[in-house]
Structures are given as C-alpha cells and as structure tokens.
C-alpha cells in the first residue's frame, strides 16, 4: 500500500466517523428538541412526538423539515415561538449533544 493510498485509506475512515457522530448527534438533539416542544406544546407523549420529528426529519436534508414541523406544531396549538428560537434551540440542542457523545455520556 502507497503512501497515498494509506492518506486515501485514512481521509475515508475519518469521514465515516464524523458522519457517525453526525448521525448520532442529530438523533439525540431530535429527541431532546421534541422534549422541549412537547412541553411548550402541552403534549405529554413527548416519546411519540420524538417519532414525529425523526420522520419530518427525514424528508429532506438538512434541518428545514424539522423547523417546519415544529412551527406548524406551534402555530397550531397556538404557542408563540418563532423560527428563529427555534433554530437556536436547535442549535444550543446539537453543541451539547456532540459534547455528550465526544466525551462519552
């Protein structure tokens, strides 16, 4: 194996890593975003909204379905929340969620 196909070897395993991570996190920040929104939402099967917010979640990439869902979830219920906290929740929700994982909790 050449040097470049030992770099090529490692940039790839590296990859699979932090998508792992990714995955993870986003998954864990999922489950704690559809905890707060349950609460300010009044719902009481937080597990069950997390179920809907993983599927939103996986309507299209990246996080736009999921602030979507949840705005629509708000607007409905009539909960005053704007996208913008929500996004920063979101936010605030992720940074500790890769912290957990990374250190091990």
């Known amino acids: 194996m050449t040097t470049f196909d030992k ?4 940039f790839e395993k590296k990859f699979a890593h932090d998508e792992e ?9 999922n489950k704690r975003l559809a905890a707060w929104a349950a609460e300010k939402l009044g719902r009481t099967d937080a597990d069950a909204y997390f179920k809907e917010v993983m599927a939103a979640d996986l309507e299209e990439a990246g996080d736009d379905d999921v602030v979507r869902k ?36």
């Open 7 to 10: 770099r090529e070897d490692s």
């Open 70 to 105: 949840l705005t629509a979830d708000f607007a409905k219920a009539g909960v005053e929340q704007s996208e913008h906290q929500i996004r920063r929740t979101m936010d605030e929700l992720m940074a500790t969620a890769i912290a957990e994982i990374k250190t091990g909790k």
């Open 21 to 29: 991570l990714m995955f993870r996190a986003t998954a864990r920040r």
